[in-house]
């Protein structure tokens, strides 16, 4: 299947939505009991044993025609808006998602889709949160605290219920990554799903770059002077020897503001932003098996290298020895 071929494959009628462009209501797809709510919740909660038979991802195509009722589900779940426009209410907002963006949704959320025309093509790309995407998000948190910050964002951060509405029309590498997954998911042999598992990792990081770009047009727009993902990414940068001061500085901000502003927004101190870039850089630094322990603390700004060992311990739960011979290992592994 190319993406010509998905293209006319998305836009044909399947059976539920041939009985739904006369009758205008909602047709269940599976028993029946997927939209039924629980005990005294007047709310149906999608479970997860409806679509996760053939491993963790499950991509479908929303059915045209007919609202679907307010519900949530226990997964995570992405809208991409392959064609045409979808209203919907989100957690008591109404949300127009336009052709070529991403709709985030986190469990829990409360929503409920208004009928889409003929040339609205929604797709549901649903994820299991407890495997595939928690490895992912894990390798993206020991890339730097631009990128925890931002998995942070796209995850969890410390409560459910969340969405996120990525502005990502103009993305076309996006497009591409979404439009070849659907073909393999579609047009399936044997591999397909290990292909499938393969790309979502590239679509999420795709994610995190629009994501980067909408939180800086964000907040420059807010209040005219750095964005919260520079202020990180002078951090990651200047971690050896930058200060509150001197970051203050660098932005235009009082120093105690700012340090208020990191703690809101990152839920991490400003020294705990700079602890957490350099355990990063260390790790890094002890993929090269010539570079001795007592370099790598100086090198990341540490004067006392007993110190740093008993920094990495806490951070890693291990000493920097053992997390090197732990990296060696799972590298011979793989």
Do not use: W
Request: charged share 25%.
């Amino acid at each position: 299947m190319d993406h010509f071929q998905l293209d006319q494959y998305l836009r044909q009628l399947d059976s539920i939505e041939q009985i739904q462009v006369i009758t205008r209501s909602n047709v269940n797809e599976f028993d029946g009991k997927e939209l039924k709510a629980e005990n005294s919740s007047t709310v149906p909660r999608m479970k997860e044993e409806y679509f996760f038979d053939q491993g963790p991802i499950f991509i479908s195509k929303h059915h045209r025609f007919a609202p679907m009722p307010l519900h949530n589900h226990t997964f995570l779940e992405l809208n991409y808006m392959f064609s045409g426009q979808c209203k919907q209410e989100i957690n008591g907002n109404l949300v127009q998602i336009s052709q070529g963006q991403v709709c985030m949704l986190d469990k829990d959320v409360l929503h409920r889709i208004y009928p889409l025309g003929e040339n609205d093509i929604l797709i549901n790309i649903i994820i299991k949160k407890d495997s595939l995407l928690s490895r992912l998000l894990s390798r993206l948190n020991r890339t730097g605290i631009v990128s925890s910050f931002l998995s942070n964002a796209l995850s969890e951060n410390q409560s459910h219920d969340r969405y996120v509405l990525f502005h990502s029309e103009n993305r076309l590498q996006l497009h591409n990554l979404i439009k070849d997954m659907m073909c393999e998911y579609f047009d399936a042999d044997d591999l397909s799903m290990d292909m499938v598992g393969y790309y979502i990792p590239l679509v999420f990081t795709e994610l995190m770059r629009v994501y980067r770009t909408d939180k800086n047009f964000e907040l420059n727009h807010t209040n005219g002077q750095g964005s919260i993902i520079d202020i990180l990414h002078y951090i990651e940068q200047n971690f050896r020897d930058c200060t509150l001061t001197g970051l203050a500085e660098a932005f235009g901000f009082n120093a105690n503001y700012l340090g208020n502003m990191l703690k809101e927004r990152t839920g991490q101190t400003f020294l705990a932003l700079i602890q957490t870039q350099r355990m990063v850089q260390a790790v890094h630094l002890l993929k090269d098996p010539d570079k001795k322990i007592d370099e790598i603390a100086y090198e990341i700004g540490y004067e006392s290298p007993g110190f740093f060992y008993r920094k990495f311990k806490d951070y890693y739960g291990q000493t920097p020895n053992r997390y090197r011979k732990s990296m060696e290992t799972e590298k011979v592994m793989s």
